[in-house]
């Protein structure tokens, strides 16, 4: 028997009980940085059991991530390191200090993970098809024909509607839900022994991700897989987690099980993050309120081409025939399914991609415009992307890329005002300001989107689309970006299209929503109607999915 086979044999602790299948043991990982280091783990321990749900949550930065890639060695070198006094062993062998052939052997096969980001972990180049093909032939040693048969089952498994013409798909083909269900189906494709999760329902829809979740659940019980769930959506920790752990500022400050970690939390952290939850009602408009922005009738058809001269056969009709009207200081959430055309529909009124029927800004037809008639434009009109790691240049600072859009839109401005409108939208969002020399990827995932947010706040625009601003946030921090959205809004009467799959948060900030399925309006009115008393079925299906998960995991609520 190689060693190699010997170390994939069950271990047990002496006195003949089964030994945990992951066991971390006083993990520490620091960053090093211009003139000091910054410790983002200190001295980690847990244990992961076969067949164990085991959920890491708190606030963005608080170490959730880097725990996770510290695993299987991941974090960027020489950036990051790790104590000699760290330990990761799985089934008895200890990963620290391991070759990087043995640790190739694990990855994606025994232990495998689904990033937060799907948009910067998937080949911008490559089909969905060679991508999670690319798993099961070098892994598994399938033959090219196999492998396809096999991503067939995985993208149906993963809930994407006609798979087969996915398959030839690039990444920015799919939504931000269709690429994350991309990544879950390439992390399941060898059976893992232990698939960690980190943010794996961050950009799906409410009834997808009920879909995924009650997917790992049915996997768990055929595999035995172990679970490490990284999440800040407490509610999904209490349906689907065994254990959790509670972490802030690098350490573990409360772990245990999750009935008991929820019904009587110890630590103060702890009863914060349990306490923190989107509050308040959203903001009138004045009925006489002017409109900012319209859309009549707007389409937006993407071409599908075949054979050898690629030649349009037919149309993905990612919006058809939509109208909207956003009046000033009026919020107008957009929600729906992943690949429903919410956030298309939002370019469209952008003009970041073409479309068809009338746009106008503030009583102003805009379809028509070329770019250069649309650039004194550009600073009424932001946006804020889903990715905020994708949106953000990684060559420049956090001060730079805020910046950025006062240097192009106001070039007469003084730097010294210009620094100083800098440091307060900074403020205005949480993020510290001596934090502007730092560069994106010294930044969690939720501390990004609040640079991003920043970053379309700091020129005060008058139309502002927001898609899935809070989707990569934590429950406290989402509290706090919506008090702060409505405070802007307030302050500045700002337009919102608010796009988004958090219908809790939607509740919370939208005064008006408009329901879309496959490109159309499937209901529209009051968000109190929406919300309260819908009428179509498929809103129904929606409000039970966001509010009674209960309801469709046990399969009471239609998929």
């Known amino acids: 028997m190689s060693p190699d086979q010997a170390s994939l044999q069950p271990q047990s602790d002496l006195d003949g009980r089964q030994a945990p299948l992951l066991q971390v043991a006083n993990l520490s990982a620091a960053f090093r940085l211009p003139g000091k280091t910054v410790t983002a783990v200190d001295r980690v321990s847990f244990t992961l059991d076969k067949g164990q749900t085991l959920a890491l949550v708190g606030e963005s930065g608080s170490g959730k991530s880097v725990t996770a890639l510290s695993l299987l060695q991941l974090l960027p070198y020489p950036l990051a390191s790790h104590t000699k006094e760290s330990s990761v062993t799985y089934r008895g062998e200890e990963l620290m200090g391991a070759s990087d052939r043995r640790l190739r052997q694990i990855r994606g096969n025994e232990i495998s993970m689904v990033f937060q980001e799907p948009m910067t972990s998937l080949n911008p180049l490559h ?3 060679k991508q999670v093909s690319e798993v099961l032939i070098l892994h598994k040693g399938m033959s090219r024909e196999q492998a396809r048969a096999r991503t067939l089952e995985l993208l149906n498994l993963v809930g994407i509607r006609e798979p087969e013409r996915r398959l030839t798909a690039y990444p920015h083909e799919l939504s931000g839900g269709q690429r994350q269900r991309v990544m879950i189906a390439m992390a399941l494709a060898n059976d893992p022994d232990i698939l960690v999760a980190d943010e794996p329902t961050t950009a799906l829809d409410v009834t997808i991700q009920a879909q995924i979740l009650k ?4 996997l768990q019980q055929k595999l035995g897989m172990a679970v490490l769930l990284i999440t800040h959506d407490l509610g999904i920790v209490r349906k689907v987690a065994d254990q959790v752990c509670v972490m802030t500022g690098g350490r573990i400050v409360e772990q245990g099980p999750v009935a008991e970690i929820f019904e009587a939390p110890q630590h103060p952290y702890t009863r914060k993050l349990l306490a923190a939850e989107p509050k308040g ?13 319209q859309g009549s009738d707007v389409k937006v058809h993407f071409p599908i081409k075949k054979g050898l001269l690629r030649r349009a056969v037919d149309y993905v009709r990612a919006v058809d025939g939509i109208d909207v009207t956003v009046r000033e200081g009026h919020t107008l959430g957009v929600v729906g399914e992943s690949g429903s055309g919410k956030t298309t ?12 029927g009338r746009i106008a800004f503030e009583g102003r037809a805009i379809e028509e415009l070329r770019s250069k008639a649309m650039r004194p434009l550009r600073r009424e009109m932001q946006v804020v992307f889903q990715d905020p790691y994708g949106s953000l240049s990684p060559r420049l600072s956090i001060g730079e890329i805020v910046g950025e859009g006062l240097r192009i839109h106001e070039p007469g401005e003084g730097a010294e005002l210009r620094e100083e409108r800098i440091v307060a939208a900074l403020e205005e969002v949480g993020i510290e300001p001596a934090a502007r020399h730092r560069y994106p990827h010294e930044f969690s995932g939720g501390q990004r989107q609040r640079i991003a947010i920043a970053r379309a706040m700091v020129l005060k625009p008058r139309f502002v689309v927001l898609d899935e601003p809070t989707s990569a946030l934590d429950m406290s921090v989402q509290a706090q970006i919506v008090d702060l959205l409505r405070a802007l809004q307030a302050k500045h009467k700002l337009a919102y299209l608010f796009i988004s799959h958090d219908l809790k948060v939607v509740r919370a900030l ?11 309006v499937v209901e529209q009115g009051a968000a109190e109607q929406i919300f309260d008393a819908p009428r179509e079925a498929y809103t129904q299906a929606l409000m039970k999915a966001a509010f009674d998960l209960e309801a469709v995991e046990s399969g009471v609520v239609s998929m």
């Open 215 to 218: 997917l790992l659940k049915e």
């Open 281 to 293: 009602k959203p903001l009138r408009a004045a009925p006489d309120a002017p409109v900012v922005m």
């Open 510 to 520: 939208a005064d008006e929503v408009l329901v879309v399925k496959d490109g159309k």
């Open 127 to 129: 089909t969905v098809l």
């Open 345 to 356: 529909l939002g370019l469209a009124l952008l003009r970041l991609i073409s479309s068809q």
